[in-house]
T-cell receptor, first 110, second 113 residues
Framework: KNEVEQSPQNLTAQEGEFITINCSYS?????LHWLQQHPGGGIVSLFM???GKKKHGRLIATINIQEKHSSLHITASHPRDSAVYIC????????????FGKGTHLIIQP | GAGVSQSPSNKVTEKGKDVELRCDPI?????LYWYRQSLGQGLEFLIY????????KSGLPSDRFSAERTGGSVSTLTIQRTQQEDSAVYLC???????????FGPGTRLTVL
């Protein structure tokens, strides 16, 4: 079973700061998801990646398959970025569903 | 187009009662997943459907849980003889195929009194 570790568990930063959230996993995967969940809200998929780097607006996700590590970066952070960010991995053929990290609770203060 | 929908959005039931949760995936998505989010356990995978079949049901927490999918579309998750530890948010996700990006529904919040 894949073990997914995220760090930090909690992060408070000032508006405008560059944010990095890290994720590591123990077993080879077919894909990695970064998910966002606002308080009381649903889960939104930000990225799915299996290699390299993806960028969407102020969000950047990278993955290093050899090191079994991924990072999510937020540039020019804004209070509306405050949410829980969850790393999840898909192993094998997808029949096991996603294995989730415990999430990073991000607060961006104005 | 429409996203993944789930019903009901909230369900309060008494211990020992049966409940049925419904998921309508995005049209054309062949893969469907059920997950559970609880305070103590975080997010956990329950079961996966490819079309109408579920290759592996070992993720279901107990034999009180069952799921089916008909017509390659709607899925229901049934919990029999509910217990207080079943209280959680039950999430459904669908994807075009089993290696693709998953899109999550809003969840059903189940409270067992």
């Amino acid at each position: 079973k894949n073990e997914v570790e995220q760090s930090p568990q909690n992060l408070t930063a000032q508006e405008g700061e560059f944010i990095t959230i890290n994720c590591s996993y123990s077993v080879g995967i077919s894909a990695l998801h970064w998910l966002q969940q606002h308080p009381g809200g649903g889960i939104v998929s930000l990225f799915m990646l299996s290699s390299g780097k993806k960028k969407h607006g102020r969000l950047i996700a990278t993955i290093n398959i050899q090191e079994k590590h991924s990072s999510l970066h937020i540039t020019a952070s804004h209070p509306r970025d405050s949410a829980v960010y969850i790393c999840a991995v898909l192993s094998g053929g997808g029949a096991d569903g996603l294995t989730f990290g415990k999430g990073t609770h991000l607060i961006i203060q104005p | 187009g429409a996203g993944v929908s789930q019903s009901p959005s909230n369900k309060v039931t008494e211990k020992g009662k049966d409940v049925e949760l419904r998921c309508d995936p995005i049209s054309g998505h062949t893969a469907l997943y059920w997950y559970r989010q609880s305070l103590g356990q975080g997010l956990e995978f329950l079961i996966y459907f490819q079309g109408n079949s579920a290759p592996d049901k070992s993720g279901l927490p107990s034999d009180r849980f069952s799921a089916e999918r008909t017509g390659g579309s709607v899925s229901t998750l049934t919990i029999q003889r509910t217990q207080q530890e079943d209280s959680a948010v039950y999430l459904c996700a669908s994807s075009l195929a089993n290696y693709n990006e998953q899109f999550f529904g809003p969840g059903t919040r189940l409270t067992v009194l």
